[in-house]
């Protein structure tokens, strides 16, 4: 009895360890990280990107199936487009959701098929992709290894990447519901926001005019990208990958002759959301590693005709044209300058800095919807 007992103790034990090894491995990964090199060509190497995740939807209410791209960005959480998971008020059927993925029909050791609990979108879907974005909490966490890994979210206060290298990878889906069998990637630029008119020119949908919307350069065949397709960003001073985008509907033609722009969801317009929702945060970036997007000022010569000094001291003064403004002005001597905050932030009149509109009065939190499993 002795011995079976002392056998018992020194199991559980090296159990525990075990856990306790496992979970220490999970707390060291870093976001943005791949073990592989970036390599030329069009096909991805397995695990050059091993945040990319493998959805199978079945449409609700018919036979339809199709697949969407998702985003690791934390060993429970993936990132994908809301249409995906969505449609018409009615949650779409969830298949199978593959981390570590490349051939979607292949059976390897890297691939795990996981299972989710809760879907969470944005309420009220803009009908020109606004908002489009979803999060979907796994069961439980994911195993991270070479070809799973998340990626990093972008702070908010990040260079806008305008003309920038980014890469797209997925699957793709076709109009004739053919999907590739193995993961793809493309190489573009960030060419436009949504605020401006050439997404809108080139691409015949609109009008929209929305700081959450970019697009890529109309140059890329689109067979190798579709819906929750992630834009990858790899910082050379941080050697690490950002996610800047979540593609909506995709022009979707097999001959790569429609050369349009694809439309993206912006991460940073949504950080608050993902916050919420995922408990995930940007990483810590000095500011002198990276672009950022600099407060920028005006004379009185450019400023809106609404705002004046005349009786005001001289000092930080919110726009009082708005609740939740990224615009502030300062007054000096009588004279007063205009100062805009950076991408994804809004002025906090309390404290007088630009901080997370979650955590100023004014911003009304975006409303969502929380889809349970069970």
């Given at each position: ?200 020119k080139e691409t015949g949908i609109g009008p929209f005019s929305d700081e959450s919307i970019i697009c890529t350069h109309a140059s890329i065949c689109h067979r190798y990208v579709g819906s929750g ?78 705002f004046s000094c005349a009786g005001k001291l001289d000092g930080y003064h919110p726009d009082a044209s708005s609740s939740c403004s990224k615009t502030f002005y300062m007054c000096s001597h009588g ?40």
């Open positions: 009895m002795v011995k079976h007992f002392t056998f018992v103790q020194f199991y559980l034990h090296n159990l525990i360890i075990c856990l306790v090894l496992n979970r220490s491995q999970q707390q060291q990964v870093e976001c943005g990280r791949s073990k592989l090199p970036m390599e030329s060509g069009s096909e991805a190497e397995p695990g050059e990107f091993p945040w990319m995740v493998h959805l199978l939807i079945q449409q609700n209410g018919d036979d339809e199936w199709f697949s969407c791209s998702g985003t690791l960005i934390s060993d429970s959480h993936v990132l994908t487009a809301a249409q995906c998971v969505h449609k018409e008020n009615r949650l779409n059927s969830i298949s199978s959701i593959t981390l570590g993925a490349h051939g979607i029909r292949a059976d390897s050791n890297s691939m795990q098929i996981v299972d989710w609990k809760i879907i969470t979108i944005p309420a009220g879907l803009g009908h020109y992709m606004v908002n489009d974005i979803a999060v979907i909490t796994l069961t439980k966490p994911a195993y991270f290894t070479d070809h799973v890994q998340p990626i990093c979210l972008p702070p908010a206060r990040f260079y806008n990447y305008m003309n920038e290298s980014v890469v797209l990878t997925g699957w793709g889906q076709h109009n004739d519901s053919t999907t590739n069998l193995i993961l793809y990637k493309s190489d573009t630029v960030l060419s436009s926001f949504g605020t401006e008119d050439q997404c809108q397709t992630p834009m990858n960003h790899y910082n050379k001073e941080l050697d690490r990958w950002f996610v800047l985008g979540v593609a909506g509907k995709v022009d979707a033609s097999t001959d790569c002759q429609s050369n349009k722009p694809i439309l993206f969801t912006r991460v940073t317009s949504q950080l608050d959301f993902l916050l919420k929702h995922s408990d995930v945060t940007p990483p810590y970036v000095n500011d002198t590693t990276v672009k950022t997007t600099e407060a920028t000022t005006t004379t009185t010569t450019s400023k809106p005709p609404t004279r007063d300058y205009t100062f805009t905050c950076g991408e994804g932030l809004a002025y906090r009149t309390d404290i007088r800095v630009c901080d997370w509109p979650s955590n100023v009065a004014g911003c009304n939190p975006k409303n969502f919807i929380i889809i349970n499993k069970n």
